[in-house]
């Protein structure tokens, strides 16, 4: 399988292929080599990336796929539909789902997410406006969430709920 070691202002992030399709990028903490991609694709989602932290992209346009249960897919495509710089609660994405008892595992379903920024799970938060439950650690979802909120200009993230 493919994959290459990404420097990032939120650390190294690994991206892994798998038969033409991006299949995972997750940050890490620990330090990598960081080596050039292998592939054209790997090549085509670190430019992404770069333009992504470089304030010139804002969706994503990278063949993905995750191995995880229709529900999961589910989950994981009402992400991509949260616009950039903005936040949804957990209430509010279970509300979108249909599934207002379902935060726990809609919650859950978001922490099983391996496509960091592509689909954005660092736009959901708490009801209270918490930055809770991000599996590359809180520091990196605030980063991403006021990274967002400087390209738009807004200074502060947006709540949507």
Not at 11 to 26: K, Q
Not at 55 to 70: E, I, M, N, W
Not at 78 to 91: A, E, M, R, V
């Amino acid at each position: 399988m493919p994959v290459a070691y990404y420097k990032t202002p939120i650390g190294i992030v690994r991206i892994t292929e798998e038969d033409e399709l991006i299949t995972s990028i997750y940050a890490l903490d620990e330090d990598y080599e960081v080596l050039p991609p292998e592939t054209p694709l790997l090549q085509l989602a670190i430019k992404q990336l770069d333009e992504y932290f470089g304030g010139k992209r804002k969706v994503f346009d990278l063949p993905v796929k995750q191995q995880g249960s229709a529900f999961q897919q589910q989950v994981w495509e009402q992400l991509t539909k949260i616009d950039y710089g903005k936040t949804i609660s957990y209430l509010q994405q279970s509300k979108l789902l249909n599934n207002p008892l379902g935060i726990r595992a809609i919650a859950s379903a978001n922490g099983k997410n391996h496509l960091l920024i592509i689909v954005p799970c660092h736009r959901v938060i708490g009801s209270d406006g918490s930055l809770t439950g991000f599996g590359c650690g809180i520091w990196r979802k605030k980063w991403l969430l006021e990274h967002e909120a400087r390209v738009l200009g807004v200074g502060q993230i947006t709540l949507d709920f």
